[in-house]
């Protein structure tokens, strides 16, 4: 039915060469269980984390437009640190997306893993600083269909790992 000139041209649009990569606003649900005492009951983003952003295409990953950023960390943070302490704030400082390739295939990328850098602190109501907590965090699967639902759910388990991390450090701030 398809041709060798068809085979290979399917064989290219692996997840980082074709179709509709986006994401788009998501609720990930980060296993979070922090003592009331410690746990931060709000979030604060830094008004430099935008909503909307493109991930600029790399030599293995096309570009990927990011919508509805500041609805997915906030909706994480409220699913994961429910019943916290008034007395203190998780402020998010930077939480920068990207997509690195995680399969290779005959065409190029098969295969795509999200990646977020971040920055963050716990501070008390006044803005005095706790603790900072920093670090780099992936998806704990890949994406390998490029379909907006693929790269938004990869994004979202790479949002959990961020948070999962961040209540580590909360609660063992010295490792």
């Known amino acids: 039915m398809f041709g060798s000139r068809s ?11 074709c179709g509709n990569l986006r994401v788009d606003p998501a609720s990930p649900r980060p296993n979070v269980d922090l003592p009331t005492a410690v746990s931060p009951a709000a979030i604060t983003l830094d008004p430099g984390i935008p909503d909307q952003f493109v991930i600029p295409k790399t030599p293995s990953v096309n570009a990927v437009p990011v919508n ?9 943070f409220d699913n994961g640190f429910k019943g916290g302490s008034r007395d203190r704030v998780l402020v998010l400082r ?5 997509f690195g390739p995680a399969a290779l295939g005959p065409g190029g990328t098969a295969a ?7 920055k963050s602190s716990v501070a008390d109501p006044s803005g005095n600083e706790l603790i900072r907590i920093f670090g780099e965090v992936e998806a704990r699967d890949a994406a390998t269909v ?4 693929a790269m938004t759910a990869n994004a979202a388990q790479a949002t959990e790992a961020m948070y999962e991390q961040i209540a580590k450090k909360i609660l063992h701030p010295d490792d």
Do not use: K
């Open 112 to 118: 795509v893993r999200a990646h977020i850098r971040f």
């Open 94 to 98: 930077a939480a920068e997306l990207t």
């Open 146 to 149: 490029p379909t907006p639902e």
């Open 7 to 17: 085979r290979v041209l399917l064989v290219l649009c692996g997840v980082a060469a």
């Open 68 to 76: 509805g950023w500041r609805t997915t960390l906030t909706r994480a």
